[in-house]
């Protein structure tokens, strides 16, 4: 069975500080990963993909498959990075494939 | 847009009482999602349903059942609410075919509050 784990459940940084977000897998097969963000009084939302390769809002994530890591960093933090943020994982293909795995997240606090 | 609506932002309810607790989508997605939120827990997947009337349960279905007669509806059902039920119960929808993308989208929430 697959498993995501984000070790940390809450990170603090100042403003302008590296972010790095941790999450780990477990998983068999060729998974997809994702993060997906809460703030505050908003519905949860996907931030990014891995199979896309794209940089939002300043975030980026590598899958590295040697170490069964999906980390989510950004170069210089904002206040309004300030958030909940889950890593989840979904199987590449076969049954079951639209199902998402989700870590059990990691509040991010940015200190002004 | 896509939307995701959810029947109540808040209930509270009874022990041994029936809840229904209601999501409509309006992006004709074949795939819908009940899940509840704990703090410490993060998202666990109640149940899901990749088509009218076809319904699998998830990782804790107990306690729950789920109905799907309508494509952009989805409801989840506690046949008899306990204390332990108390949680955020989020819905989601994402499209087929599932390689397209893993997109879920989700509502806004229903904070639920048995007594």
């Known amino acids: 069975a697959q498993r995501v784990t984000q070790p940390e459940k809450l990170l603090s940084v100042f403003k302008g500080a590296p972010v790095e977000l941790k999450c780990n897998y477990s998983?068999?097969?060729?998974?997809?990963l994702f993060w997906y963000v809460q703030y505050s009084r908003q519905r949860l939302q996907l931030l990014l993909r891995?199979?896309s390769r794209e940089s939002i809002k300043g975030f980026t994530a590598d899958l590295n498959k040697g170490e069964t890591s999906f980390h989510l960093k950004k170069p210089f933090a904002q206040e309004e990075d300030s958030a909940m943020y889950y890593c989840?994982?979904?199987?590449?293909?076969?049954?079951?494939?639209?199902?998402?795995?989700f870590g059990k997240g990691t509040k991010l606090s940015v200190i002004p | 847009d896509v939307k995701v609506t959810q029947s109540s932002r808040y209930l509270v309810k009874r022990t041994g009482e029936k809840v229904f607790l209601e999501c409509v989508q309006d992006m004709d997605h074949e795939n819908m999602f009940w899940y509840r939120q704990d703090p410490g827990l993060g998202l666990r997947l109640i149940y899901f349903?990749?088509?009218?009337?076809?319904?699998e349960k998830g990782d804790i279905p107990e306690g729950y059942s789920v109905s799907r007669e309508k494509k952009e509806r989805f409801s989840l059902i506690l046949e008899s609410a306990s204390t332990n039920q108390t949680s955020m119960y989020l819905c989601?929808?994402?499209?087929?075919?599932?390689?397209?993308?893993?997109?879920?989208?989700f509502g806004p929430g229903t904070r639920l509050l048995v007594l």
């Open positions: 998983y068999s097969g060729s998974p997809e």
């Open positions: 989601a929808s994402s499209p087929r075919p599932s390689g397209s993308s893993g997109t879920q989208y």
């Open positions: 349903s990749y088509d009218v009337k076809m319904k």
């Open positions: 989840a994982l979904k199987k590449g293909s076969g049954a079951g494939s639209y199902q998402l795995t």
């Open positions: 891995h199979i």
